[in-house]
């Protein structure tokens, strides 16, 4: 007899959820001295994405909340067919978790129309009480992941193991690279595409996600998810 696993969806926020990445959004759009260099750093990996966050935000006065604040929440556009997606995993009782590098003061209210219960939205936190901007982390890497993400992907997803589950990723960069690894099957864009194909990861590409619901719909009825 076979035992069927529990598909379990894990979805990146930054460029996926969203159709740009709202963090290097507001880098460009304020342009604080030195983010660059930062910035360059994170995505070439030659420093810990907690790090380079962390240095990011901390190059910003916690006086400017309000103007960042509001800068990206306006510019934030939300990728096609989410709510649909949303709807359909519910359907077929598809747990479906936000695992996101982003930080909470855009992530939750652009996520508020969703009615995502809050214990399935994981990222960062920013606190605006000293002199600069302070990124908390309160989902850090346990082991066995080392890669100090900030938000670990790994750490959630080891939660839900591979006997009962099959792990879904959806990402699109940096932040999905070492939760990739782990998952059953990843849907990817942009650089996340290219490191899958690199390291021999299960992915399927998307653009929008009518793309994801329309292959899972079709690996749900080919009993293959
Ligand atoms: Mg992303
Ligand atoms: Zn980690």
Same mark, same amino acid.
């Given at each position: 007899?076979t ?42 990996? +030659? ?14 006065? +916690? ?9 990206? *929440? ?8 989410f ?17 996101? !590098? %982003? ?6 209210? *652009? ?34 992941c080392?890669?100090?993400?900030g938000?670990?992907?790994v750490?959630?997803?080891?939660d ?10 959806? !990402? ?10 782990k998952?059953?099957?990843?849907? +990817? ?30 690996? *749900?009825?080919? %009993?293959?998810?």
């Amino acid at each position: 007899m076979t035992s069927r696993k529990t598909p379990i969806v894990f979805c990146d926020f930054d460029g996926t959820i969203t159709a740009n990445d709202n963090i290097v959004a507001i880098m460009k759009h304020f342009k604080p001295e030195g983010y660059e260099e930062i910035i360059n750093a994170v995505l070439d990996q +030659s420093i810990s994405i907690r790090e380079g966050v962390g240095r990011m935000f901390a190059l910003f006065p +916690s006086s400017r909340k309000d103007e960042i604040v509001s800068y990206a *929440l306006e510019q934030a556009v939300i990728r096609e067919g989410f709510a649909e997606f949303l709807d359909y995993l519910k359907s077929k009782d598809i747990p479906f978790y936000v695992t996101s !590098g %982003g930080i909470d003061f855009f992530v939750d209210p *652009l996520l508020k129309p969703f009615d995502i219960p809050a214990d399935h939205i994981f990222c960062n936190s920013a606190v605006f009480d000293g002199d600069h901007i302070q990124i908390t982390w309160p989902h850090p890497c346990q082991d066995p992941c080392s890669n100090d993400c900030g938000m670990c992907k790994v750490t959630v997803i080891k939660d839900y193991p591979a006997e009962k589950y099959t792990r879904i990723l959806i !990402g699109d960069s940096v932040t999905d690279f070492e939760g990739a690894k782990k998952a059953d099957l990843v849907y +990817s864009r942009s650089t996340l595409t290219e490191r899958c194909e690199e390291i021999g990861v299960n992915h399927v590409p998307f653009e929008t996600f009518n793309d994801i619901l329309e292959d899972m719909k079709h690996k *749900l009825n080919q %009993g293959v998810l």
